[in-house]
């Protein structure tokens, strides 16, 4: 088909929408749904990937995280929560193995009565009060394991630890709240009936879901000798290990599966009672939940494209039956079966492409407005991928109709009211 004829075909298609309007849009509503549907969820999974992808080098590829049950395994069995705990002669164990480089134990208040049991408190100053507040206690080493970046004052040093000194280092939205526009540094915090000094803020730290508020910026860190006073019943450690080059972790997790055996005194026929994982765990645990999101998308945009599929053929026949005394005018002027199976053809593809673009430009607004809650990143492969599947609609459903059209009697056309 020449241009010329291909422009006149998507002219006259055009030309159908704005004459059938309502009729016209209430075909395409079904592409309009589908392919915003693509757009809205691809957008929101590539910006969660991106997070989460941002969460995990933040956390560093040559990290190991050692606790007595593996995390992200949902409900911990009775067998796991019986387990003996780590301690902090565990850590310092691991300290010795020729390629780590650092290593931070760290335990974390947990409230027992608490809705969830999670581990946060109030934690008040200045006339004011914080709510939901993640107390922890760490060794000056957590700074070097998580890279931590410090916006006011000081991290935690040595001599803090030892002589469990009585100071804190805040969280970035907890300092806001309880200091607003002030420096926190030098003035006093109280925390489980206790009062602190702060010493430093912590700059915002990366998550993997959610355009609010981090909970991990709403914390107060103390030296873990500090945090023994505060409270003694805490004592499962989480035990963070930072080793030399990410080549050398299988070297790194038998060693510290062989040292922690030992220790536990493991007999050699018994599994673990302990888990070693790095930051890959929270990415095949990411890719499972995309893998259903994914799955999810694909079922949603293809009821709607199959619906909208049947309309666009629906209206398609409609067409052809209104315009099958020109259908027989072109015929007898010469017009091939081939001219006309690609003229119908061409128009549902178009009629389909319209709704392909406007269902385009509505996931983008969703998408957009979506980026106050969620991370959300549009993919020009997604669009791309959306707007052929919306013309493969066309072409696939438009099909019939075209070839019915082609196929008519050129006289029994002429002759049609």
Known sequence: MRFGDLKETVAIALDTLRTNKLRSG????????????????????NGLNQSVAGLVESLGSNVLFVFRFPAFTGRPTTEMLTRKQLTYDDAMAMRTLPHVVAVSPALQYT??????????????????????TILTGIVPEQQEVHDLAITQ???????DQL???????????????????????????????????????????KQAFGGGDNP?????????????????????????????????????????????RRRRKVLNSAPDNFAIFG???????????????????????SVALLVGGVGVMNIMLVSVTERTREIGVRK?????KQTILTQFTLEAITLCAVGGVIGIVLGSAIAFGLKFLLP?????????????????????????????????????ALRYE
């Not at 592409?31 to 969820?41: A, K, L, Q, S, Y």
């Not at 469990?164 to 939205?173: M, P």
């Not at 007898?332 to 091939?336: D, K, M, N, S």
């Not at 993919?379 to 075209?402: D, K, N």
């Open 26 to 45: 209430l075909t395409v509503l079904g592409i309009v749904i589908g392919v915003m549907t693509v757009i809205t969820i691809s957008s929101v999974v």
């Open 111 to 132: 409230d027992n009565n608490a809705p969830g049991r999670m581990g946060v408190t109030s934690i008040k100053a200045n006339g004011k009060t914080m709510q939901n």
């Open 153 to 159: 004052g000081r991290f935690f040093t040595d001599e």
């Open 163 to 205: 002589r469990a000194a009585r100071v804190t280092v805040l969280g970035s939205d907890t300092a806001a709240q309880l200091f607003p526009g002030e420096n926190a540094v030098g003035r006093e915090v109280e925390a489980a009936g206790m009062l602190f000094t702060v010493v430093g803020v912590l700059d915002k730290q």
């Open 216 to 260: 991990q910026d709403n914390q107060a860190m103390f030296p873990l000798n500090t945090f023994h006073y505060m409270h003694p019943e805490t004592l499962d450690y989480w035990i963070t290990v930072k080793y030399d080059d990410p080549k050398n972790r299988p070297a790194v997790e038998d060693e510290l599966t062989e040292l922690l």
């Open 279 to 301: 930051t890959d765990t929270l990415t095949r645990l990411w890719d499972q939940i995309t893998g259903g999101l994914f799955l999810l998308l694909f079922s949603l945009s």
């Open 332 to 336: 007898a002027i010469g017009a091939t």
């Open 376 to 412: 959300t990143l549009l993919s020009t492969v997604w669009v791309a991928v959306a707007f052929m599947s919306s013309c493969g609609i066309g072409l696939i459903f438009g099909i019939y109709p075209a070839w019915k059209a082609a196929n008519l009697d050129p006289i029994v």
